[in-house]
Structure formats: structure tokens, C-alpha cells
């Protein structure tokens, strides 16, 4: 057993793996602060915060998603009475 394995474990790639997710946490902590700074330019600019983020959820999905969401959304809406 070289210096480098403890209990059949190579500490240098685990150290390595470690480390990589924990720069790629950071990396999405910043991200995410700036998507914070980006809704907040949003709404001080009057637009409607909730409508955008509904929009952007809308736009990953797929067009069979999309209306296969609005159908369901209006079966729903018939079925409450709204």
C-alpha cells in the first residue's frame, strides 16, 4: 500500500474529486447571486418577476410538454371553475 491509498482508496483522486465539486458549488453560488441580481433588475425595471420565471419555465420544455401543460392547466381551470 503506497502513501497515496488509505484502506484501498487513492487519496490524491478522491482529494481531486472533492475539490472539483466543491469549485463547481462555488460556481453555482455565484451564479445563482447573479440571477438574484438579474430579478432584481427586473422588477425595478416594473416588470413582473413570477410572469418571467413562468416564461422561463415554459421555454425548457418541449413544444409536446408546453401543451400538453396548457391542456392539463385548462382542463383544471373548467374543472374549478375559473
Known amino acids: 500500500m503506497s502513501e ?3 484502506g484501498g482508496i ?3 483522486r478522491l482529494k481531486s474529486y472533492v475539490e472539483r465539486i466543491e ?3 462555488s460556481e453555482i ?3 445563482q447571486e447573479d440571477v ?3 430579478k432584481m433588475e427586473i422588477k425595478s425595471a ?3 418577476v413570477k410572469a418571467i420565471n413562468a416564461i422561463i419555465k415554459l421555454r425548457a420544455m418541449n413544444k409536446n410538454d408546453r401543451d400538453y401543460q396548457e391542456e392539463m392547466l385548462n382542463v383544471y381551470r373548467k374543472a374549478l371553475g375559473l
Request: negative net charge; proline residues 0%; charged residues 35%.
Open 4 to 6: 497515496s491509498e488509505v
Open 10 to 12: 487513492n487519496v490524491d
Open 23 to 25: 469549485n463547481v458549488l
Open 29 to 31: 453560488k455565484e451564479l
Open 36 to 38: 438574484k441580481q438579474i
Open 46 to 48: 416594473g416588470y413582473d
